[in-house]
């Protein structure tokens, strides 16, 4: 028998950033630099509910993605993890050498993130983990978060709180 479960989704219209990127394929292989508008959707779930019948406070969660959108939107992502990269900041500008590219960006135009690719998957889990902090003390179990890139082409990130 299946218990029973409250599962709240979110997928609002300005839960989005739009961000450039390339998605690299291990060492000597990567897509050109590029742009998607990125959209985002979360699910909260839970099987109890507090004392005025809810899972969760909205405003606090709906407050904390749109927070986090925004801090991506319009920036260059670049993956501070990824082994394939040299990555150096010097004088206001961010430099990203792989292999015989070379890319220089203002750093205020530049989000480096604590991530080994910018792909959709990595995406959604570093969303994850940034959103985790603000569901404390709330009867959620079980947070997912989906970022799409282009209709269609998607990923869900989901695990226990």
Request: aromatic share 10%.
């Amino acid at each position: 028998m299946i218990e029973p479960t409250y599962t709240l989704h979110f997928a609002k219209e300005d839960f989005k950033f739009s961000s450039a990127h390339f998605t690299l394929f291990g060492p000597g292989e990567a897509e050109r630099l590029h742009g998607h508008n990125y959209q985002v959707a979360l699910e909260l779930t839970g099987r109890a509910l507090d004392g005025d019948g809810l899972l969760v406070d909205f405003g606090r969660v709906k407050g904390r993605i749109r927070e986090l959108c925004a801090g991506l939107d319009s920036r260059t992502l670049v993956p501070g993890e990824c082994p394939y990269l040299n990555v150096e900041r010097s004088a206001g500008v961010v430099t990203v050498r792989f292999d015989e590219r070379v890319y220089r960006i203002p750093e205020a135009d530049t989000v480096l993130l604590p991530i080994a690719n910018t792909s959709i998957e990595l995406f959604a889990r570093y969303l994850w983990r940034e959103l985790r902090p603000a569901l404390t003390g709330t009867h959620v179990e079980v947070l997912g978060v989906n970022v799409a890139e282009t209709t269609g082409q998607s990923c869900w990130y989901r695990a226990a709180l």
